[in-house]
């Protein structure tokens, strides 16, 4: 029994100590594979030529070039519509028609001044008769015959100017006037009714020195639209007219516009805590396309452009100072070689550089580094 416990005891001892040196054999080969210098693989690139361009975005919203306010020349009701938001209209078009309301006072003062004016010519009448009979037979003289005629004549003309004052008061027109009804509302232009705000039965008020007047249709024409928005004082130097602008309108996917800026403001307004340069840009509207008043869009500015350029991508490109360097492929096998070579750099985007001296297309180039797992 004594013998069979010294054989266990050696046993366990035997076998503690194959653990503790397995664990100082793996301790010592964990630090060895440790301590070995690890290999990074670049990946590789090549110069390519592509075209660069430096841009700025303006947000905005693309609207008609004149957007044309209809409003009456008299007051009155809204009696009929005759056209709605979105139809054609050529200038001189009916749109609505108004039904005059005269106010009282006015309307009696000129039906005061019809009474007047037919009293003072019976009289004058009279006056004349006999002086045509006296100058008939040569009781009065030429120059007061005349006189008296005069007077007929100009009595005649005040009655007429009577009525017409009346019949534009009462009806909005006078029957031997040669002008359109003031009563009818015509479009001005010719285009698109964009909005009539006001509907049949409404009263309107009449445009005058003192009042804008009622609304009664906007129009517009939308062959001739606009890029209206706004640009941040960082960029505004670089901005000048007549560039050519890439439109973007979020209502119309897949598709871009072409404008040219043509106004850009000289004097900024400070929104959410920035200053703002506004921006106008006449848009190329292609023939069968149509775009809709208020829509929001995105205008690329291209401040500059480099056409079929060597480029590299910015990342590849280490900065010091005033100099610029590549680590150009010197060996790729059995293990990759780089140098540092100095190039001259010229304008970016931000994702790849123009590389104006330095490089061919035939170099290659250390790119990111690849990750190990990824290769796996």
Request: include cysteine; charge should be neutral; glycine fraction near 6%.
């Amino acid at each position: 029994m004594a013998k069979k416990n010294r054989l266990f005891k050696k046993i366990i001892r035997i076998f503690f100590l194959s653990l503790t040196g397995l664990a100082v054999v793996g301790t010592f080969y964990f630090l060895w594979k440790k301590a070995q210098p690890v290999v990074t693989v670049y990946e590789i690139v090549t110069p390519k030529r592509d075209t660069i361009e430096t841009k700025t975005v303006a947000t905005g919203n693309v609207e008609p070039r004149y957007e044309i306010l209809i409003k009456p020349q008299i007051s009155g009701i809204i009696s009929r519509l005759l056209k709605e938001a979105g139809q054609m209209v050529q200038s001189g078009e009916i749109i609505a028609q108004i039904k005059v309301i005269p106010e009282m006072v006015q309307l009696n003062n000129a039906e005061s001044r019809v009474n007047v004016a037919e009293i003072n010519l019976r009289q004058v009448e009279e006056v004349f008769r006999r002086d045509e009979q006296l100058f008939g037979q040569q009781v009065i003289s030429r120059e007061e015959y005349e006189a008296s005629k005069a007077a007929c004549d100009k009595a005649k003309e005040e009655k007429t100017n009577a009525l017409s004052a009346l019949e534009i008061i009462r009806d909005g027109i006078a029957k031997n006037s040669k002008v359109e009804s003031t009563t009818q509302i015509r479009s001005t232009i010719t285009g698109m009714i964009l909005d009539i705000p006001v509907k049949e039965g409404n009263s309107v008020i009449q445009s005058n020195n003192f009042n804008d007047g009622t609304t009664i249709a906007s129009v517009a024409n939308m062959n001739d639209m606009i890029f209206h928005g706004n640009v941040d004082e960082t960029e505004i130097g670089r901005i000048r007219e007549k560039m050519p602008i890439k439109l973007v309108i979020g209502a119309i996917e897949n598709k871009t516009f072409e404008a040219v800026l043509e106004y850009v403001s000289p004097k900024g307004v400070e929104k959410n805590g920035a200053i703002q340069f506004e921006i106008k840009a006449a848009v190329q509207i292609p023939e069968g396309d149509f775009i809709r008043a208020g829509y929001s869009a995105n205008a690329e500015i291209v401040l500059k452009r480099a056409d079929d350029v060597l480029t590299v991508p910015e990342s590849t490109v280490e900065f010091h100072g005033d100099s610029a360097f590549v680590q150009r492929l010197k060996q790729e096998t059995p293990e990759q070689i780089f140098e540092r070579h100095p190039v001259k750099t010229g304008l970016s985007d931000g994702i790849k550089i123009e590389i104006t001296d330095g490089l061919t297309l035939d170099d290659k180039i250390r790119g990111a580094a690849i990750d190990p797992k990824s290769k796996k």
